[in-house]
């Protein structure tokens, strides 16, 4: 890392302000439990989306529920949300409305989740580890609106706020994308490996975000990829 961007990076984690580097090999790290910490990431969306997956890298030892990814807009604060009430179960929020993945319980490391949505057939998929789920029905016909809010951290009940700090995140996150479109099997599992991915409206090779509160961004101390 040259100097500039180790400095931009020093300042974003210190000072709150919106930087914007390749996260490679990085993690952020969000020290509290409970906290009232989060990340906001800047996208660029213009239209509402009809297709999109997120995915991401998580390193948790809680067992209460903890949000991953919230997007909110004004009309509806869970818009897209990743959430996980319990140790092996994930919820998956389009729309305000959710399905259930029930998944074997975590055995202390990394796990790598991507979900899609499409809303011409109102199918979402859920992958695990590089694993796809069973797939579920929800919200067909829908839209999600493009003047988002979208932080790490925190579950919004309100746009850009309204946070529970008993629903926040404490771990380390890493890996974050999102697609205006759906990932074929063979990108799904190439977002798992960390291989070439096509063009992201989040990336996290050219992630812009702004921390908020207490998260740094440290190396990761291991491979993130399981078995």
């Known amino acids: 890392m040259g100097r500039l961007q180790l400095w931009v990076t020093v300042l974003a984690g210190l000072s709150g302000i919106v930087a914007q580097e390749d996260l490679y090999r990085k993690v952020f790290v969000f020290r509290k439990d409970p906290s ?9 969306l213009e239209q509402p989306l009809h297709n999109f997956t997120v995915c991401l890298r998580s390193y948790t030892e809680l067992t209460r529920p903890h949000s991953l990814f919230s997007y909110a807009t004004k009309a509806q604060d869970n818009e897209i949300l990743l959430f996980k009430p319990k140790p092996g179960e994930y919820r998956f929020y389009v729309g305000g409305k959710f399905v259930t993945f029930r998944v074997p319980e975590g055995r202390g490391d990394w ?6 949505w499409e809303s011409a057939t109102g199918i979402a998929e859920f992958w695990l580890n590089g694993k796809p789920w069973p797939r579920k029905g929800l919200q067909r016909g829908y839209a999600v609106g493009a003047e988002a809010a979208i932080l790490l951290g925190q579950e919004q009940d309100a746009f ?16 974050v994308y ?6 074929s099997p063979d990108k799904m599992r190439a977002a798992y490996l960390s291989l070439r991915l096509p063009p992201a409206v989040l990336a996290w090779k050219s992630l812009s975000y702004e921390v908020k509160g207490d998260v740094v961004v440290k190396p990761r101390l291991r491979e993130a990829l399981g078995p």
């Open 160 to 175: 850009g706020g309204g946070f529970d700090v008993y629903n926040s995140f404490s771990g380390e996150l890493a890996d």
């Open 111 to 116: 796990e790598h989740v991507c979900a899609g």
């Open 178 to 183: 999102l697609w205006d479109t759906g990932l």
């Open 36 to 44: 009232d910490a989060y990340v906001v990431l800047r996208a660029g």
